[in-house]
């Protein structure tokens, strides 16, 4: 039994991956592995950092996040070659469901890494015993992301209509794909 609000660990691993708690100074990190990168973005609710100051501002609200216990925002890493980022895992906690964006830098796709990563925090959260609901949502454009969701167990629910907007794309709001878990 796990006492208390769903958290994530500070630092955890997974088979190929090891993750920990992002902190404000991983900022140049992330603006050099994907933030400023628009192939990465196309897909994302934000555009295309332009310096580090835009992921430092970011990183300023995502990680008091942590603190309030509403928002538990992951960094990975390769076991193997810890100094390489990975991408992102941001799993956002409401009452009894827990919602997730991910990315990844261009370099790291194609090889199973967010659909190992999410596997294991849906397995996570949903062995919390307030945890009822996981649950993602992408573009319906974004065959890779959908199929992530799929692979770490969720099940497509519909599309919810004109329900984000992603900039890179439209200036309205998208089309897009809910999946979840529910146990
Ligand atoms: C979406 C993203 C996280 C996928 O990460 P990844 O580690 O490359 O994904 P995985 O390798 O775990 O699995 C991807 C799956 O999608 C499939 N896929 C990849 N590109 C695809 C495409 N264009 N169309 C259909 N399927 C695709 C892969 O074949 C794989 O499925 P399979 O194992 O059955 O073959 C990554 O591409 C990314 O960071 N994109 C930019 C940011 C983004 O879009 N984030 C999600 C926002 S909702």
């Not at 990168?37 to 990183?59: C, E, I, M, Q, Y």
């Not at 261009?106 to 190992?116: F, K, L, N, V, Y």
């Not at 770490?152 to 890179?168: D, I, K, S, W």
């Amino acid at each position: 039994m796990i006492e208390g609000s769903y958290r994530l660990p500070e630092l955890f691993e997974t088979t190929r991956y090891i993750l920990r708690r992002v902190k404000v100074s991983d900022a140049q990190l992330i603006f050099d592995g994907y933030a400023k990168d628009p192939k990465v973005t196309r897909f994302l609710g934000w555009k295309p950092h332009s310096s580090n100051v835009d992921t430092t501002a970011f990183l300023n609200i995502a990680t008091a996040e942590w603190d309030r216990g509403t928002g538990f925002p992951v960094i990975a890493f390769h076991r193997e070659r810890p100094n390489e980022l990975i991408g992102m895992f941001h799993p956002h906690l409401m009452g009894h469901q827990v919602t997730y964006g991910y990315v990844l830098r261009a370099t790291a796709w194609g090889q199973g890494a967010a659909s190992e990563i999410m596997t294991w925090l849906v397995d996570h959260a949903l062995s919390h015993p307030e945890i009822f609901r996981v649950e993602a949502f992408c573009d319906v454009e974004n065959r890779a992301s959908a199929r992530v969701m799929e692979k770490a167990g969720m099940t497509f629910e519909g599309v919810l209509r004109r329900y984000f907007l992603h900039p890179n794309i439209s200036d309205t709001p998208r089309d897009c794909m809910m999946y979840a878990k529910v146990r």
